[in-house]
């Protein structure tokens, strides 16, 4: 038998602790603590059954209702006006409208639950508004572009994500390349320029970023200088666009020779030089910075 | 007094007024269940048992129904399949799956000695629950050669159902001559601190019922007044910490379900209860105790006029014969009563404190029965519920809440008890 010190109640023989105040039971050294039977089976299940509440229940049942009149009103009205072959994209749009309110309160509401979901529902929402004649097309580009959005600002941020970092900057490297792969075979029916073109122009920029990063990751000081992060972003930026002339021109013209990237190099050689000399010296760099001011 | 006619066809039983609200919004946090229990010294064996709860059933036909979904409401229809019965988890009143639970609107649970029965609101009340438990643990000691006896209140096993004890006595009170009743404004919540979770977590405070009725005697006022008093004044003390304040404090009301078998001497076995909402205002200044226990009393009796509850059921059953209302089909009306449930029901009271009263054990099971209790399962907005129950000498008062760690309002609820010279003995299923 058992009193809590704080609360002055009785309390079971087998508690531990005062379930009001949660003050331990304390016994002397020579007593046990008895067993009695607990007031329900031990322990309580982990988490709770989940389920939504009744107030989000409700407003998907408003929903839903209001779906269905909306539905039939939206679908006589056409039929009337006679209009019926044109009333998907309406009748679509409406239950897709409501289907996006009612996920939004079923799905989890954390970051990554909301975001995928309607990620999957524009996406679901485009392909059907291009599938009114019977054939996908421009829908293509624009879900592969939000399934892009989606690895680089979704997926990063998952907890699979941080425990693979080399399997996820796989991922982050090949998916831009298979979404200009599929964008040239949605408007070429094949792959036509992105072997011959993007795939090399691609390779140069991951080439510079690689190099660059290389760089900045064996070097001793741990702080980069912003002036170093823009000038080695422009260069790969400037390699990066006189690949795609080059490349460019021998897809089309089948000779190597630089086009309009040329007047871009000659602007580019500028900056460089500018941006090279404040880089390799400290006196130009402090006369740049705010923290050292020049007198 | 107007009868009113059935006009459901056969296999069709509608709802009694008062369970209309508990199907639509049954949900997450608001599982509108509660739960009757009963420990008896004997271990309990499960076949035993289930003859029981088939003895019971046999008798009480309108028990066996299942739950349906109408064009325009809920009802009822017979069930032919068999109950299930239920081992017993960790934690009371939760929601209740009908296809898991065969249809069935309610659950019996065993324990090691325990009997208990889950019940979904629609079906019956706690009075009704307690009078089907009753006729099961008699079946069962009878079966168990423990005793044979019939609790005071159960129906006898030889007799055949009273009309009365099916039908809805709502709509037999139903004046459309009389004027509704008004009702009161929105309530102090409190919020609470921490998590919280649906798992229906338990503390169990046990008095001794002579000491309890001899501190209310001193005071000069019921059990249910003083327990009323004591939750009102411990929730005044949390609104004058949260709200410093005065002018912006809100009313302090009760929920406090009354059973309408005592007034209006109706047998049902169905839903008859009101809710009487005795309160205070904190914001016309601070109550003591004793001023407390005045108006909690004065309210109580008000509430408990016959007439003014018969304006209640005129505005309940008059809301539903609207038009409106009985031609809406339930597709609409579902999401509605989810939405307006809140501002209706639950946002016009701070607590609910139900009192089922004293069970009379019979004399041959005095020594058989150790334990009885009374579960109510609490509410998204209210999250914290007191359920009180009296048998042999003891008087139990549960809380059960939806609070993971805080247990403030039953710590300076058992505090107030203690100061005021009522020892209490706790007891709990939580582990933190």
Same mark, same amino acid.
């Given at each position: 038998?058992?009193?809590?010190?704080?609360?002055?109640?009785?309390?079971?023989?087998?508690?531990?602790?005062?379930?009001?105040?949660?003050?331990?039971?304390?016994? &002397?050294?020579?007593?046990?603590?008895?067993?009695?039977?607990?007031?329900?089976?031990?322990?309580?299940?982990?988490?709770?059954?989940?389920?939504?509440?009744?107030?989000?229940?409700?407003?998907?049942?408003?929903?839903?209702?209001?779906?269905?009149?909306?539905?039939?009103?939206?679908?006589?009205?056409?039929?009337?006006?006679?209009?019926?072959?044109?009333?998907?994209?309406?009748?679509?749009?409406?239950?897709?409208?409501?289907?996006?309110?009612?996920?939004?309160?079923?799905?989890?509401?954390?970051?990554?639950?909301?975001?995928?979901?309607?990620?999957?529902?524009?996406?679901?929402?485009?392909?059907?508004?291009?599938?009114?004649?019977?054939?996908?097309?421009?829908?293509?580009?624009?879900?592969?572009?939000?399934?892009?959005?989606?690895?680089?600002?979704?997926?990063?941020?998952?907890?699979?994500?941080?425990?693979?970092?080399?399997?996820?900057?796989?991922?982050?490297?090949?998916?831009?390349?298979?979404?200009?792969?599929?964008?040239?075979?949605?408007?070429?029916?094949?792959?036509?320029?992105?072997?011959?073109?993007?795939? &090399?122009?691609?390779?140069?920029?991951?080439?510079?970023?690689?190099?660059?990063?290389?760089?900045?990751?064996?070097?001793?000081?741990?702080?980069?200088?912003?002036?170093?992060?823009?000038?080695?972003?422009?260069?790969?930026?400037?390699?990066?666009?006189?690949?795609?002339?080059?490349?460019?021109?021998?897809?089309?013209?089948?000779?190597?020779?630089?086009?309009?990237?040329?007047?871009?190099?000659?602007?580019?050689?500028?900056?460089?030089?500018?941006?090279?000399?404040?880089?390799?010296?400290?006196?130009?760099?402090?006369?740049?910075?705010?923290?050292?001011?020049?007198? | 007094?107007?009868?009113?006619?059935?006009?459901?066809?056969?296999?069709?039983?509608?709802?009694?007024?008062?369970?209309?609200?508990?199907?639509?919004?049954?949900?997450?946090?608001?599982?509108?269940?509660?739960?009757?229990?009963?420990?008896?010294?004997?271990?309990?064996?499960?076949?035993?048992?289930?003859?029981?709860?088939?003895?019971?059933?046999?008798?009480?036909?309108?028990?066996?129904?299942?739950?349906?979904?109408?064009?325009?409401?809920?009802?009822?229809?017979?069930?032919?399949?068999?109950?299930?019965?239920?081992?017993?988890?960790?934690?009371?009143?939760?929601?209740?799956?009908?296809?898991?639970?065969?249809?069935?609107?309610?659950?019996?649970?065993?324990?090691?000695?325990?009997?208990?029965?889950? $019940?979904?609101?629609?079906?019956?009340?706690?009075?009704?629950?307690?009078?089907?438990?009753?006729?099961?643990?008699?079946?069962? $000691?009878?079966?168990?050669?423990?005793?044979?006896?019939?609790?005071?209140?159960?129906?006898?096993?030889?007799?055949?159902?009273?009309?009365?004890?099916?039908?809805?006595?709502?709509?037999?009170?139903?004046?459309?001559?009389?004027?509704? $009743?008004?009702?009161?404004?929105?309530?102090?919540?409190?919020?609470?601190?921490?998590?919280?979770?649906? +798992?229906?977590?338990?503390? =169990?405070?046990?008095?001794?019922?002579?000491?309890?009725?001899?501190?209310?005697?001193?005071?000069?006022?019921?059990?249910?007044?003083?327990?009323?008093?004591?939750?009102?004044?411990?929730?005044?003390?949390?609104?004058?910490?949260?709200?410093?304040?005065?002018?912006? +404090?809100?009313?302090?009301?009760? =929920?406090?379900?009354?059973?309408?078998?005592?007034?209006?001497?109706?047998?049902?076995?169905?839903?008859?209860?009101?809710?009487?909402?005795?309160?205070?205002?904190?914001?016309?200044?601070?109550?003591?105790?004793?001023?407390?226990?005045?108006?909690?009393?004065?309210?109580?009796?008000? =509430?408990?006029?016959?007439?003014?509850?018969?304006?209640?059921?005129? +505005?309940?059953?008059?809301?539903?014969?609207?038009?409106?209302?009985?031609?809406?089909?339930?597709?609409?009306?579902?999401?509605?009563?989810?939405?307006?449930?809140?501002?209706?029901?639950?946002?016009?009271?701070?607590?609910?404190?139900?009192?089922?009263?004293?069970?009379?054990?019979?004399?041959?099971?005095?020594?058989?029965?150790? +334990?009885?209790?009374?579960?109510?399962?609490?509410?998204?907005?209210?999250?914290?519920?007191?359920?009180?129950?009296?048998?042999?000498?003891?008087?139990?008062?549960?809380?059960?809440?939806?609070?993971?760690?805080?247990?403030?309002?039953?710590?300076?609820?058992?505090?107030?008890?203690?100061?005021?010279?009522?020892?209490?003995?706790?007891? =709990?299923?939580?582990?933190?």
């Amino acid at each position: 038998m058992a009193y809590c010190i704080q609360c002055g109640v009785k309390l079971e023989d087998r508690a531990r602790q005062c379930p009001l105040c949660q003050t331990p039971v304390m016994l &002397p050294p020579h007593m046990e603590r008895g067993e009695s039977e607990p007031l329900f089976p031990q322990p309580l299940p982990e988490e709770g059954t989940g389920g939504i509440n009744k107030t989000s229940k409700g407003i998907i049942e408003l929903i839903l209702s209001l779906l269905v009149v909306s539905e039939i009103t939206i679908a006589l009205t056409m039929w009337y006006s006679g209009n019926m072959a044109h009333s998907f994209i309406p009748l679509f749009s409406t239950a897709m409208a409501a289907l996006v309110i009612a996920m939004a309160l079923v799905a989890r509401h954390t970051y990554v639950a909301q975001s995928s979901t309607h990620i999957v529902l524009v996406s679901l929402y485009l392909l059907g508004l291009d599938a009114t004649n019977r054939h996908l097309s421009w829908s293509l580009i624009a879900v592969g572009a939000l399934v892009l959005l989606w690895i680089f600002a979704v997926f990063t941020t998952t907890g699979k994500a941080k425990a693979h970092p080399v399997w996820t900057a796989l991922l982050l490297v090949i998916s831009p390349l298979g979404y200009v792969a599929l964008v040239n075979v949605v408007i070429a029916g094949s792959l036509t320029w992105f072997v011959p073109v993007a795939l &090399p122009t691609a390779c140069v920029f991951f080439l510079g970023v690689g190099l660059f990063s290389l760089l900045f990751l064996t070097r001793n000081k741990t702080r980069i200088p912003l002036a170093d992060i823009i000038f080695f972003s422009l260069i790969v930026v400037f390699l990066t666009f006189t690949a795609l002339d080059l490349f460019m021109t021998h897809y089309r013209q089948v000779i190597w020779r630089l086009n309009w990237s040329l007047s871009l190099f000659s602007a580019a050689i500028v900056l460089m030089i500018l941006l090279g000399s404040v880089s390799a010296s400290r006196r130009l760099r402090r006369y740049f910075t705010s923290q050292h001011k020049h007198d | 007094m107007i009868r009113a006619q059935s006009y459901a066809p056969e296999g069709f039983i509608a709802l009694d007024n008062s369970a209309l609200i508990y199907p639509p919004t049954e949900a997450k946090y608001n599982a509108n269940t509660f739960r009757v229990s009963m420990d008896l010294k004997q271990e309990i064996v499960p076949q035993v048992l289930e003859l029981a709860l088939q003895k019971m059933l046999e008798r009480c036909s309108y028990a066996k129904v299942s739950l349906h979904k109408g064009f325009f409401w809920y009802y009822l229809s017979p069930n032919h399949k068999s109950p299930r019965l239920y081992e017993e988890g960790s934690y009371p009143s939760g929601r209740i799956s009908f296809k898991e639970n065969n249809g069935y609107l309610f659950k019996v649970l065993y324990g090691k000695h325990r009997i208990a029965l889950e $019940c979904f609101h629609a079906l019956t009340d706690g009075s009704g629950a307690l009078v089907y438990l009753k006729m099961i643990v008699s079946e069962y $000691c009878r079966l168990s050669d423990i005793a044979d006896v019939t609790f005071k209140g159960a129906l006898a096993f030889d007799e055949r159902p009273k009309s009365q004890e099916f039908s809805d006595p709502f709509q037999h009170l139903y004046d459309k001559n009389i004027p509704g $009743c008004p009702s009161t404004g929105s309530a102090y919540h409190r919020k609470g601190t921490g998590e919280y979770d649906d +798992r229906v977590k338990v503390i =169990s405070a046990m008095v001794d019922a002579q000491t309890l009725r001899a501190r209310c005697k001193e005071h000069g006022y019921t059990i249910t007044v003083y327990l009323c008093s004591v939750l009102a004044m411990v929730l005044q003390q949390f609104q004058k910490e949260e709200v410093p304040k005065q002018r912006k +404090r809100k009313p302090i009301h009760l =929920s406090v379900p009354m059973n309408l078998r005592t007034i209006f001497h109706f047998d049902t076995m169905r839903n008859f209860t009101l809710f009487a909402v005795p309160g205070i205002n904190p914001a016309l200044g601070e109550y003591t105790f004793e001023e407390i226990l005045r108006k909690i009393h004065l309210d109580m009796a008000l =509430s408990q006029d016959p007439k003014r509850i018969r304006s209640q059921i005129q +505005r309940n059953v008059g809301a539903e014969r609207h038009i409106l209302m009985r031609f809406a089909p339930t597709a609409i009306k579902n999401p509605l009563f989810k939405l307006l449930s809140n501002s209706l029901g639950d946002d016009l009271y701070s607590a609910i404190i139900s009192n089922l009263g004293y069970v009379e054990i019979p004399k041959e099971l005095e020594s058989s029965i150790e +334990r009885m209790d009374f579960y109510l399962c609490p509410g998204q907005i209210n999250k914290v519920s007191l359920a009180v129950v009296g048998f042999k000498d003891k008087v139990v008062i549960n809380f059960s809440s939806f609070f993971n760690t805080d247990t403030a309002l039953e710590r300076e609820f058992c505090r107030f008890l203690m100061e005021d010279g009522i020892p209490v003995e706790v007891s =709990s299923n939580r582990t933190e």
